[in-house]
T-cell receptor, first 112, second 112 residues
Framework: DAKTTQPPSMDCAEGRAANLPCNHSTISGNEYVYWYRQIHSQGPQYIIH???NNETNEMASLIITEDRKSSTLILPHATLRDTAVYYC?????????????FGSGTRLLVRP | DADVTQTPRNRITKTGKRIMLECSQT?????MYWYRQDPGLGLRLIYY???????NKGEISDGYSVSRQAQAKFSLSLESAIPNQTALYFC???????????FGSGTRLTVV
C-alpha cells in the first residue's frame, strides 16, 4: 500500500504557484520523499526528492515539515504544460531492493 | 533516441493470443521494471529485474512472464491475453544508487 495521502485533484491559475500537499505521517527515519508527475498517459517523470531539508531544482521546490509527516511540492509559476497527475512517494533510498509504489496521486489542472 | 524505448506503442490483440512487449534502454542501468496502469489509477508493479540473472514478481504477476535478454533488454509476455489485461504498460529503469527512475513512453494494449 502507498504510504502517502494526497488530495485527488487541485487547480491553479497559470502563472501562479501551485502548492501540492502530501501527508506521510508514518514515514520512518531512513525514508525519502519523492515526487513524480505523469502528463496525460506519458511515462512518469521524476521531479524532486528530499529527506528532511527543503530542496529546490529547476522544476520545483520541496518543503518538508520539521516532523517530516507532510510535505509540499511547489511549482513556482505554473504553466498549462504542468497539468498532470502528481505522485508523492516515500521510499528508503538506501534500500537497494526497493520498488516504487504509486498511489492515486493528485490531478493538477492549470487554468489559463 | 529515448533513454527507455518501448515497442510497440499501441497494440490490439485477440483473447487467447500470446503477445510480447519489448523494452530497451541506453541508460546502462542494471534494474528494470514493468508496470501496468489502468484508467484513472496509479501504476502497479508486474515484474522487476535487478540484473540479468535476477527476476522477481511484483504485485500483479499472474498471467504475465518476463525475459531479461541482456542488461539493456527486458520483455514482458502475456501468455494468453484476456480482456482485463487491457491497460497501459510502462517499462522503467533505475540505477542502484539513483534517486529517480526513468520511464518509457508506454505501450497501450487492447485485448478484444
Amino acid at each position: 500500500d502507498a504510504k502517502t495521502t494526497q488530495p485527488p485533484s487541485m487547480d491553479c491559475a497559470e502563472g501562479r504557484a501551485a502548492n501540492l500537499p502530501c501527508n506521510h505521517s508514518t514515514i520512518s527515519g531512513n525514508e525519502y520523499v519523492y515526487w513524480y508527475r505523469q502528463i496525460h498517459s506519458q511515462g512518469p517523470q521524476y521531479i524532486i526528492h528530499g529527506l528532511k531539508n527543503n530542496e529546490t531544482n529547476e522544476m520545483a521546490s520541496l518543503i518538508i515539515t520539521e516532523d517530516r509527516k507532510s510535505s509540499t511540492l511547489i511549482l513556482p509559476h505554473a504553466t498549462l504544460r504542468d497539468t498532470a497527475v502528481y505522485y508523492c512517494i516515500v521510499r528508503p533510498r538506501m534500500d537497494s531492493s526497493y520498488k516504487l509504489i504509486f498511489g492515486s496521486g493528485t490531478r493538477l489542472l492549470v487554468r489559463p | 533516441d529515448a533513454d527507455v524505448t518501448q515497442t510497440p506503442r499501441n497494440r490490439i490483440t485477440k483473447t487467447g493470443k500470446r503477445i510480447m512487449l519489448e523494452c530497451s534502454q541506453t541508460k546502462g542501468h542494471d534494474r528494470m521494471y514493468w508496470y501496468r496502469q489502468d484508467p484513472g489509477l496509479g501504476l502497479r508493479l508486474i515484474y522487476y529485474s535487478f540484473d540479468v540473472k535476477d527476476i522477481n514478481k511484483g504485485e500483479i504477476s499472474d498471467g504475465y512472464s518476463v525475459s531479461r535478454q541482456a542488461q539493456a533488454k527486458f520483455s514482458l509476455s502475456l501468455e494468453s491475453a484476456i480482456p482485463n489485461q487491457t491497460a497501459l504498460y510502462f517499462c522503467a529503469t533505475s540505477d542502484k544508487d539513483t534517486y529517480g527512475y526513468t520511464f518509457g513512453s508506454g505501450t497501450r494494449l487492447t485485448v478484444v
